[in-house]
Every structure is written in C-alpha cells, then in structure tokens.
C-alpha cells in the first residue's frame, strides 16, 4: 500500500463505533470522532482545543482518570475501565469505561493520546441490583438468626417445664397411675423432647449462613478422628467399623464440616437394618476443591425417597426402623455444604446401601 492510500489515523478513528478522543500532551482534544461527538452531544467546534476536564459540563473532572491520564502522561502507562460517570439522576444515569493509552506513529510513540469510552450502564444497573440483593438477603439472614435464636430460647423453657412436669408426674403417682396414662404421659415427654431437637435443628440451619470470621483452613483427618470419637461407643454397640482413606485439606468451617459427616455417619448408623454398619470415608481433591463420600452397605433409599431427602423437615424411614428425627440433618448438610460453594447428592439401591457425595469448593480469596 502507498502512503497517499494507507489511512491516516484521524480516518481510522472516524470509523470505529466507540466515543474516543485524541489529546495531546497537554490533555486538550485534538480530535474526536462521530461516536463521540453524537454520544456526548458536544458540536466538534466546541470540541477541538477546550481542554479534557472543562468537557461535558465536568464529567471528565474525575479523581481516577486525573491520576491514570497523570501515570500515562508522565510514565507512559496505558490504563483499563476507568470508570466515568454521566449520570443526571438515577432515572438518567450513564457509565463508561475509559481506557488510555499513547499513539504510535511511523517514528515511535507520541505525546498524543487516545482514550476509548465503552458505554456500561446497563451491566452498572444489574451490579448494582445485585449489590441491592445481596444486602436483603444478608438482612433476612440475619432476621432469620435472630428469630431461631429467639424462639429457641422463648420455646424451650416452657417445653422444658412441660416435659419436667410430665416425669414429675409420672414418678410421683406412678403407683397410682394405670398403665395407658403411664403410655400417654411416656408419649408427651417423647413428643417434647423431639419437638425441643426440632427448634434446636433450626437454630442450627439459621446460623450456617455466616461466613466472617469462622472460615479457614481445615485438616479434614482430624477433623473427621474427632467425629468417630464422639461416636465410638454408638459404633462398637452396633459392632460397626468405619474405613477411611486419607483424607484432603480444605478451606472452610470446621464445626460446620464435622456437622456434615457426624449427620451422614450417623445415618449410615441408624439405616444399617440387622447386619453390623460396615461404613466407608473417602475423599480426593479435584480441581479446584475437594470431593468426599461416605459409603455405607444399609438399607438403600427408593427412587421416590432420594428426591427428598435433602429438603427441610423431611424424614424418610422406608424400612420401618422407627427412628425418631426432626427431618433436619440432611437439610443441614446441604445448607453447609452449599455454603461452601459445594454440592451434595446420593447414589443408593435399595439393600444394597448408599454413597453420599459432597464437595467443597470454597478458598480463602473466597471469603476476603
């Protein structure tokens, strides 16, 4: 290509669809292109010469574009989105990003500069509708927490006095009950006593939104050797045995995580039918978090159950083992593990036992 036919960078910039300018080195507009001139309803005339912070009834008058065009001018750094606000008010509202750099001509770079405007305001509108989000739910959140933490405690005393009452009762005159009274009175302190592990399940549910201050680093091994302490004894009525492999480390809450497992071995406990629990510990990372089962060799869960078993208040028992529960621990575990940017599923046949999967995909920069 000639000279006389290669395009001149004013004609290059003529063509291109952003709003973009050229300064020169002392930051006054040297040019600016249809786009800019039709976005920012400034005549060309008025444009050329009037220097970039007198522009636009003092848009461009802006702390970090005076300090990224400062850099550029006196150090040649080139600068990404900017951000510059043309908002009127909130229903005439209008964001670009600005990005700066020097020309380059045939003999190297030049005093000059080209700032390119991207148009933003509709992604402006969604972050901050987001933002908005974000701080109603936190609000709910916290509302959520305050009424559990509330109604546990104004519900558990009068819970505790009529469970009180009802053995009181039943020890005094325990002679001189029949024996369907004896019956009804064992049922209230059962109901009682599962109605006060329902309000604690919530409680519990409510507090595993929290993040600040209770996430790091955990060694899952131990974590996991305290769990099967606790349960030891449970385990060696059953005859049981647990198998573990070594286990990874992640990032996230431990009293939270060692809910997760004591739910789910505790499960494979109770659902284990005759035959001595036989339960399996397994995890591995992945690539970008971790991914733990816990296998048992018990009853299994149908088809029908496995699509429940993770909601709130909902308690499958299938085989008819009679175990009591407040429907809460699995809808637990979920709740933590999906507050640590993981999933939980199962894989079960029936009589052939169950595998729960879960991941953890949580890291520090997550939470900072």
């Known amino acids: 290509m000639t000279d006389a036919a290669r395009p001149s960078a004013r004609q290059i910039v003529a063509t291109l669809s952003l709003p973009l300018l050229i300064l020169d080195g002392n930051l006054k507009i040297r040019d600016a292109n249809p786009e800019f001139v039709h976005t920012f309803s400034v005549p060309p005339e008025e444009a050329i010469g009037t220097p970039l912070y007198e522009m636009g009834d003092g848009h461009f008058d802006t702390s970090p574009l005076r300090t990224a065009l400062e850099r550029l001018v006196e150090h040649g750094e080139p600068f990404e989105r900017v951000e510059l606000d043309r908002s009127v008010d909130e229903q005439d509202s209008e964001f670009f990003q600005v ?66 009452y009802l053995q009181l009762l039943d020890r005094q005159y325990e002679e001189h009950l029949p024996d369907k009274a004896q019956e009804f009175i064992a049922y209230a302190v059962d109901g009682a006593n599962r109605m006060k592990a329902l309000i604690n399940g919530l409680l519990q549910y409510s507090r595993v939104g929290r993040k600040e201050g209770q996430f790091k680093t955990v060694n899952l091994n131990e974590l996991l050797d305290g769990v099967l302490r606790d349960l030891s004894r449970r385990i060696e009525e059953q005859n049981g045995t647990v198998r573990r492999t070594t286990l990874p480390t992640t990032f996230g809450n431990p009293d939270q995580l060692r809910r997760v497992f004591q739910n789910l071995i505790e499960n494979a406990l109770v659902y284990s039918g005759d035959a001595p629990p036989r339960i399996s510990v397994e995890g591995e990372e992945d690539d970008d978090g971790v991914h733990l089962i816990v296998r048992d060799e018990g009853l299994g869960i149908p088809e029908d159950g496995r699509k429940k078993i993770f909601r709130i208040f909902s308690q499958v028992d299938p085989h008819g083992t009679g175990t009591d529960g407040s429907g809460m621990g699995l809808a637990l575990c979920k709740r933590i593990v999906e507050r640590h940017d993981g999933q939980i599923w199962v894989d079960s046949e029936v009589g052939e036992g169950s595998a729960f999967h879960f991941t953890c995909h949580l890291s520090p920069h997550a939470v900072s």
């Not at 936190?138 to 819970?159: G, K, W, Y």
């Open 99 to 164: 990005r700066g750099r020097r020309m380059i001509t045939n003999e190297g770079p030049s005093d000059h500069i080209l700032l390119a405007m991207r148009e933003v305001t509709e992604r402006k509108r969604l972050e901050e509708k987001r933002r908005r989000h974000a701080e109603q739910l936190e609000r709910s959140n916290r509302d959520l927490e305050e009424f559990a933490r509330v109604a546990s405690h104004d519900l558990q005393e009068p819970l505790r006095m009529v469970s009180s």
